[in-house]
């Protein structure tokens, strides 16, 4: 992975470690190299740290540098914290990485990506923009609006899954609401996946 944008924000508590089995393994990505455990015996990669390697139940296990590259074999947006310091960085995404230079073993990292590929906020900074207050989406698709614009948009759901607190929202301003639809759709804008009818009168709207 060489692309730097991380999700966590800047400044978050790191792990301290202390001396430890995994305690190579630190002081590598100190030096920005990658060091795993290898059995000296089998020559098998494993991790995490252990006392004891798995294949041949041998105790001579070391660390050795293995090219820090591999395959993403799953990943998960992660929604609610995990921990009290992650409080306030939902959500970001994790992602199980495969060292195909080292037995195929598994590592869990934070996810950077560069750009970041969110349609969702893409969509929010087009309501924002337009100063949208209201709109209809389908649940999915309201939830994450009204997450990612911290209720600055507030949109309720036109599926059969409701948000009744937003509903009520929207059912009070239905002149002001747009009205956001997954393509294939033919109204007034496209934007990322979505194409958005903006409420008559407003000019900020209307204007392109
Ligand atoms: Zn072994």
Redesign the pocket.
């Known amino acids: 992975m060489n692309t730097t944008t991380p999700y966590l924000n800047p400044g978050l508590a790191r792990p301290a470690p202390t001396e430890g089995l995994d305690q190579p393994f630190w002081d590598g990505l100190r030096e920005e190299k990658l060091h795993l455990q290898r059995?000296?015996?089998?020559?098998?990669w494993q991790w995490g740290p252990e006392l004891v390697?798995?294949?041949?139940?041998?105790f001579?296990?070391r660390y050795e540098e293995v090219e820090p590259t591999g395959i993403i074999y799953s990943h998960q947006r992660v929604w609610h914290p995990v921990h009290p310091a992650l409080a306030e960085q939902g959500p970001y995404i994790i992602v199980l990485v495969e060292l195909p230079h080292a037995d195929n073993v598994r590592m869990i990292r934070e996810a950077s990506v560069h750009p970041q590929p969110n349609p969702h906020a893409e969509l929010t900074e087009f309501l924002l923009t337009r100063q949208i207050r209201y709109a209809r989406a389908s649940y999915w698709d309201a939830y994450v609006v009204d997450f990612l614009s911290g209720e600055r948009v507030i949109v309720g759901s036109f599926g059969p899954a409701r948000i009744p607190d937003y509903e009520q929202r929207v059912d009070a301003h239905p002149e002001a609401a747009a009205f956001i639809e997954r393509m294939p759709c033919s109204s007034q804008f496209r934007v990322a996946q979505w194409c958005i009818q903006v409420p008559v009168g407003r000019p900020e709207g209307a204007a392109r």
């Open positions: 059995c000296a015996a089998c020559a098998g390697c798995h294949r041949c139940h041998s001579d296990l």
